[in-house]
T-cell receptor
């Protein structure tokens, strides 16, 4: 049973470009969370999705950031017109239910130059 | 503001010494989870506590959930170099969002 997969593992973008981060949850998991982590800091909640629905996006900036979890395919975190401050590690986690343990992917390290 | 506070931020111990990290919330938590993240790695689930006053053990690790469900602790007995990493608590408040603590970075000196 493959774990949570994220790609790419490393992504370099120039200011103003778009970044697309993908997350494939564990088989059978319909709950996906996205977190952002800066060096030496904790995980900051961004968005919680459950198949085709955004349940809670209160941690995600309203501008430039969007997330989706379509019926088929991976969950996507999209950052438009990236700025240097977007450089961070972005982790997704999947869970079999709302209150259950979260299984994290390896993360995508985004660097904006 | 920060919903879940965790202390200490850093802890250096000699191998064989004990280690404790504390997690505190200003509001009642539905449950609390603990994760470990190795340097350069991703968080790995350790345990979940749900009931008031609950205590769970995993070998040398002991997890507690406070009676008021506002605080929790992780205690490691006789630390080993394999215990190195950052330990995070994550509390679920009323709602859908897990609030992660700032983490405690543990260094074990051999």
């Amino acid at each position: 049973n493959a774990g949570v997969m994220q790609n790419p593992r490393h992504l370099v973008r120039r200011r103003g470009q778009e970044a697309r981060l993908r997350c494939s949850p564990m088989k059978g998991h319909s709950h996906v969370y996205w977190y952002r982590q800066l060096p030496e800091e904790g995980l900051k909640f961004m968005v919680y999705l459950q198949k085709e629905n955004i349940i809670d996006e209160s941690g995600m900036p309203k501008e430039r950031f969007s997330a989706e979890f379509p019926k088929e395919g991976p969950s996507i975190l999209r950052i438009q017109q990236v700025v240097r401050g977007d450089s961070a590690a972005y982790f997704c986690a999947s869970s079999p239910d709302r209150m259950g343990e979260q299984y994290f992917g390896p993360g995508t390290r985004l660097t904006v130059t | 503001g920060q919903q879940v506070m965790q202390i200490p931020q850093y802890q250096h111990v000699q191998e064989g010494e004990d280690f404790t990290t504390y997690c505190n919330s200003s509001t009642t938590l539905s449950n609390i989870q603990w994760y470990k993240q190795r340097p350069g790695g991703h968080p790995v689930f350790l345990i979940q506590l749900v009931k008031s006053g609950e205590v769970k053990k995993q070998k040398r690790l002991t997890f507690q959930f406070g009676e008021a469900k506002k605080n929790s602790s992780l205690h490691i007995t006789a630390t080993q170099t394999t215990d190195v990493g950052t330990y995070f608590c994550a509390g679920l408040l009323a709602g859908n969002q897990f609030y992660f603590g700032t983490g405690t970075s543990l260094t074990v000196i051999p």
